[in-house]
């Protein structure tokens, strides 16, 4: 039996963050955290793009480009989407994980999902570097470990059979 696993290191790999704008004091921490993460991992600071968009509606569109662009490994995808008086969470939240989802599918390059879907405000800011942790430097993680493990699948599918 074989075992592959990635290690979330990112030393001479390049990548964007792609932030939403709405929620910005959310977004922001997570921003930190995100940055944190890929900064304590080997990532330089020359070697992250940060890519603002409006709203988490539009993130799958900007990473889907840059992703197309060829110049990153990995993106980290951020937003906040709090749940108000209408339905329009749902569309959003949905809509956000399934398009980084094609993206994906669409392009190889890896990307997490740091989008927070909470009820209110106070779930999201304990979401980003609160009581509950900071799940922008959790996404960073994600993203570095499936950078490494697709540079490992990729090498052994390239390489002569044993």
């Not at 990635?6 to 792609?18: K, S």
């Not at 662009?69 to 995808?77: H, K």
């Not at 390059?109 to 900071?134: K, W, Y």
Request: charged share 20%; with cysteine.
């Amino acid at each position: 039996m074989r075992t592959i696993a990635g290690n979330p290191q990112g030393t001479g790999c390049h990548f964007a963050i792609v932030i939403a704008r709405f929620n910005q004091p959310v977004t922001e921490r997570l921003l930190d955290g995100a940055l944190d993460g890929l900064r304590r991992h080997g990532v330089r600071d020359e070697d992250i793009e940060v890519v603002w968009v409006p709203g988490a509606f539009e993130i799958p569109t900007a990473a889907h480009a840059l992703a197309r662009r060829g110049a990153v490994d990995g993106i980290v995808c951020l937003g906040a989407v709090i749940r108000g008086e209408t339905p329009h969470f749902e569309y959003v939240a949905a809509e956000a994980a399934s398009g980084i989802g094609r993206a994906v599918l669409a392009t190889g390059v890896p990307m997490s999902f740091g989008v927070l879907t909470t009820d209110t405000i106070e779930q999201a800011l304990a979401r980003a570097g609160g009581a509950v942790g900071n799940k922008g430097y959790e996404a960073a993680l994600t993203v570095l470990e499936m950078v490494d493990l697709l540079r490992i699948i990729r090498a052994r599918h390239d390489s002569p059979e044993e």
